[in-house]
């Protein structure tokens, strides 16, 4: 099924030429929850022992693994203290809504999108 460009408004942000296309599928594959997280194998019936396999503390989920979980706040912090935005939220949509929207130069905007998609 193809999708109309207007219902998926963050494409353009994933998808760019700058971006290698292995980086910008698996950003696809966050934005739309299909990363094979704990949290999601168990909706579909995989039970396992949830925990996040970075810090051990958090059960993993895609919003854990690239927001919350302590190395990906300090990650974030490195690339923060380098580009000077301050992006604080709850769920990775959210994040990347607020990421793509911060105003740079055409160049600077070129090395924050590829920043965040290597982060990821």
């Not at 999708?3 to 290698?20: A, T």
């Not at 396999?53 to 854990?64: L, Q």
């Not at 929207?101 to 070129?110: G, P, R, T």
Request: positive net charge; proline residues 4%.
């Amino acid at each position: 099924m193809i999708r109309d460009s207007s219902q998926v408004p963050w494409w353009r942000d994933v998808w760019c030429r700058f971006i290698p296309s292995s980086r910008s599928a698996l950003t696809w594959c966050l934005f739309l929850n299909r990363l094979p997280t704990e949290d999601r194998l168990c909706r579909v019936g995989f039970h396992l022992a949830s925990r996040c396999s970075v810090c051990g503390v958090s059960s993993e989920s895609s919003d854990h693994l690239f927001i919350r979980c302590p190395l990906a706040v300090v990650l974030w912090e490195v690339i923060f203290s380098a580009f000077q935005p301050r992006i604080s939220t709850d769920t990775w949509s959210s994040f990347f809504s607020q990421a793509m929207s911060v105003l740079f130069s055409d160049q600077m905007s070129v090395l924050w999108k590829t920043a965040i998609h290597a982060l990821v």
